[in-house]
C-alpha cells in the first residue's frame, strides 16, 4: 500500500506540481487549499506525510501543525513545513510547533522528492 500525502498550498501551480511529483513516486494524493481545508482531509484521508504552506488563508500553516500535534483526535503525520519565507525565526517557529522538516521555495523537486522518502522511511 502506498504512502498517503496530503498537499496543503493555496498556490494553483505550486499545487499541480507538487501534485504530478507525488504521484510519480507512487503515493495516493489529496489537496487542501487552505488551512481549515487541511483539517478536515487530515480526517476524512489521514495522511502519513503533509506538505504544508506556511501562509494561507483562513489557518496559517502554523495554525494547522499546532492542531496537528496538539489534539490527540487528529492523526500524527509527518509534517514537511513549505515556505517562501527563508528566515531563520520561521524555521525555528516550525520546529519548535513539530515539524518534521522545514523546506524553503523554491526548492529543488530531488531534494523534496529526497527528503519526502527519507522522512517516510524512517517513520
Excluded: W
Excluded at 489537496?31 to 501562509?55: C, H, Q, T, Y
Excluded at 524555521?91 to 529526497?114: H, M, N, W
Amino acid at each position: 500500500m502506498s504512502a498517503r500525502v496530503l498537499i496543503v498550498d493555496d498556490e494553483p501551480n505550486i499545487v499541480v506540481s507538487l501534485e504530478f511529483l507525488m504521484r510519480q513516486e507512487g503515493y495516493e494524493v489529496e489537496i487542501a487549499n487552505d488551512g481549515e481545508e487541511a483539517l478536515e482531509s487530515l480526517v476524512s484521508f489521514r495522511p502519513d506525510l503533509v506538505l504544508l504552506d506556511v501562509m494561507m488563508p483562513r489557518l496559517s500553516g502554523f495554525d494547522v501543525l499546532q492542531r496537528i500535534r496538539t489534539h490527540s483526535e487528529l492523526p500524527n503525520p509527518v509534517v514537511i513545513m513549505l515556505t517562501a519565507k527563508g528566515r531563520e525565526a520561521e524555521a525555528e517557529r516550525g520546529r519548535a510547533l513539530g515539524a518534521d522538516r522545514y523546506i524553503t521555495k523554491p526548492f529543488s523537486t530531488q531534494e523534496l522528492v529526497a527528503v519526502v522518502h527519507e522522512v517516510l522511511d524512517t517513520r
